[in-house]
């Protein structure tokens, strides 16, 4: 009891400490326009690092409730689990407060074990059987979580797991059952969060969903194809979920062929559920390395503008790595990217994407071999989006080091109307900083011709 004590301190007292550090870059960042990425950097792994401890912290305290063999009259009827905060509904009979409440919510006024209609549904707490709890957890040395520190808890019944079960298995069914389950399995993950869980705690879901798509023949069937592939989005949005889709083995390959051969809603979901996976670093690189990116790019070409969105945000989140920066430089982006641009199509999203490839030589090289420089002044000169102005600086900037020839490009733009000159005093801290380093250049470059 002692160590459980002990060890409880322990794991909060990180935890306040990983939050404190957390508030404390988080403030840097929000108070300093001028913040390193290193910041950031620290921000996001301390972020990462508190979620996970308190992932592991539910995650042990489940673990253990789960595998105590409490008695029955402890046991929630609609959840089977162990009771946090019992209720007594108007029949007299006992339930967890979460799962009863969320049984009443959906317009059943029936008890669910006596089946008897409800005259009210006013909830009285049950103290007594609250105690016995209390006392039996501290009897087994088992620490029982406070239902107020749980609000959102992800509320799934015997039913629902039952429900899911039947609909996965209906995916090896005829064509027409496999159509009216992938339907249905796509409305299920998409509006009810804790069914999206559920999924990734069913033992072998994602092979069961992602059996009728044979690889190879991924688009026989369209809208089969289709539903199942945003199936696999809406359960990607699961945090808990991430890894597990990105570890299974035929998942991320028929997300790519799915970018290749599917639809236009479908390659544009399939994008999306790459994004929503990239969100992991260590789901970076097996999807960088499983060969997303080049139908990532050619979908940003091709596609329609929400599928172009889509995919323009995967291949930036994939790029925020640099194995993956010099794939996507390596497989065209940078020209897709600046027609795109140049058409006027997603500037803002599309210069950003830019502006990070730009950590890469190449795609330094590039966009000069593109006579990119003009057209970049241009946006420069005629936007007022602050964003767009510090990410075609950035890109100015790497082109400058990268190049001195286009000095006299951008020369001959500051002399005729001052350009540079007027982001350095009124833009953002970035942007002046980048201004100023160009101006120190076309300094540099008149005093050695002088």
């Known amino acids: 009891m002692a160590k459980t004590a002990e060890k409880t301190t322990g794991v909060a007292k990180a935890t306040t400490e ?45 673990l253990k409730l789960d595998s105590s063999n409490f008695p029955d009259e402890f ?88 429900h899911l079960n039947s609909l996965l298995q209906k995916l090896s069914s005829s064509l027409s059952d496999q159509q009216a389950a992938a339907k249905e399995l796509r409305l299920l993950t998409k509006d009810t969060p804790h069914i999206r869980a559920l999924f990734g705690q069913t033992a072998n879901a994602l092979f069961r969903l992602l059996k009728p798509l044979s690889p190879g023949r991924v688009d026989c069937h369209p809208d089969l194809q289709e539903d199942l592939i945003t199936t696999v989005l809406n359960v990607s949005i699961h945090d808990s979920n991430k890894k597990l889709v990105a570890d299974n083995p035929v998942a991320i390959p028929l997300l790519i062929e799915s970018l290749k051969f599917g639809n236009m809603d479908t390659r544009s979901n399939a994008a999306a559920a790459l994004l929503t996976l990239s969100d992991l670093d260590s789901n970076k690189r097996v999807i960088g390395k499983s060969g997303a990116l080049k139908p990532l790019i050619d979908l940003l070409e091709e596609g329609h503008l929400l599928a172009m969105k889509d995919a323009a945000s995967a291949i930036f989140s994939l790029c925020l790595i640099f194995e993956n920066n010099e794939k996507a430089v390596y497989e065209g982006a940078v020209r897709v990217i600046f027609t795109k641009i140049m058409g006027g199509i997603l500037i803002d999203e599309l210069l950003a994407v830019l502006a ?60 005729a109307n001052g350009t540079i000159s007027m982001l350095a005093q009124s833009g953002t801290l970035k942007a002046r900083r980048k201004a100023n380093s160009i101006l120190d250049r076309l300094t540099r470059a008149a005093s050695r011709s002088t």
């Open 18 to 62: 990983l939050k404190r550090e957390l508030q404390r870059l988080v403030n840097a960042i929000v108070d300093d326009d001028d913040y390193s990425e290193e910041t950031t950097d620290q921000a996001m792994m301390t972020l990462y690092s508190r979620k996970k401890l308190i992932w592991k912290r539910s995650l042990s305290l489940s």
């Open 75 to 162: 046991k929630c009827p609609l959840s089977k689990a162990l009771m946090k905060d019992p209720v007594i509904l108007a029949t007299g009979q006992t339930y967890d407060r979460l799962f009863i409440e969320n049984w009443l919510k959906y317009g059943k006024r029936i008890c669910p074990q006596t089946q008897q209609v409800l005259s009210y549904t006013v909830l009285t707490p049950n103290c007594l059987v609250r105690e016995m709890i209390s006392q039996w957890c501290k009897k087994n040395d088992i620490e029982l979580p406070n239902p107020a520190e749980d609000p959102d808890e992800e509320l799934i019944t015997d039913a629902e797991r039952g």
């Open 356 to 415: 990070l490839l730009s950590r890469h030589e190449r795609a330094v090289e590039q966009i000069g071999e593109l006579d990119a420089v003009p057209s970049l002044l241009s946006i420069l000169r005629e936007n007022t989006n602050e964003r767009i102005k510090e990410n075609c600086i950035a890109i100015l900037y790497k082109i400058c080091s990268n190049d001195r020839t286009k000095l006299r490009e951008i020369k001959g733009e500051e002399n």
